[in-house]
């Protein structure tokens, strides 16, 4: 197949982009919150400098997880997912305890918790999982055609016996 027959790729739907962009700003507002909290620990005048410091290291530790999520949904990596789902059901309890805490804590909560709810949301929509799964086949297909391999028609599989066409020749898969 040549380089003109090969299919466009599909564009980025909209669900998978805004879950992209959510987690940019959250793994931006982490890194900020953890580079503000080591400033203020180092030069501030903190009651507890080294809960400071400690506090802003976690905060940058935390800051990788929705980072990564970011770059992998971006390149339409379904294993981007993951860390996802993990940032956003993080951020529920965290958001509930700032609500209760009430004052402007409860409004942070509040932005905090829509914020997570809708990353569930578009992390599950429909077309945000097919983008993921039609790129991830995409790939494995491309794969698998740069290979050379033709699949496992003549070759013998595990048993000996030809391969069947479609056929993985994995010997945990039984014919039936």
Do not use: N, Y
């Amino acid at each position: 197949m040549s380089a003109t027959q090969r299919q466009q790729p599909r564009p980025r739907p909209a669900t998978l982009t805004a879950v992209v962009l959510l987690a940019a700003a959250e793994g931006a507002v982490l890194t900020a919150w953890g580079v503000w909290m080591l400033v203020m620990g180092l030069i501030g005048h903190p009651d507890r400098p080294a809960q400071a410091e400690a506090g802003g290291l976690t905060a940058l530790a935390l800051a990788v997880l929705p980072l990564l999520a970011c770059a992998g949904l971006w390149k339409c990596r379904r294993w981007g997912r993951g860390p996802a789902l993990i940032v956003q059901l993080m951020a529920l309890p965290v958001a509930w305890t700032l609500f209760t805490a009430g004052g402007a804590m409860a409004s942070g909560g509040i932005v905090l918790g829509v914020a997570a709810v809708a990353g569930l949301v578009l992390l599950m929509h429909p077309a945000t999982t097919q983008a993921l799964d039609e790129s991830e086949a995409a790939r494995a297909s491309a794969a698998s055609g740069a290979s050379g391999a033709s699949g496992s028609r003549g070759r013998p599989g595990p048993s000996g016996k030809p391969g069947k066409p479609g056929r993985s020749g994995d010997p945990r898969r039984r014919d039936r």
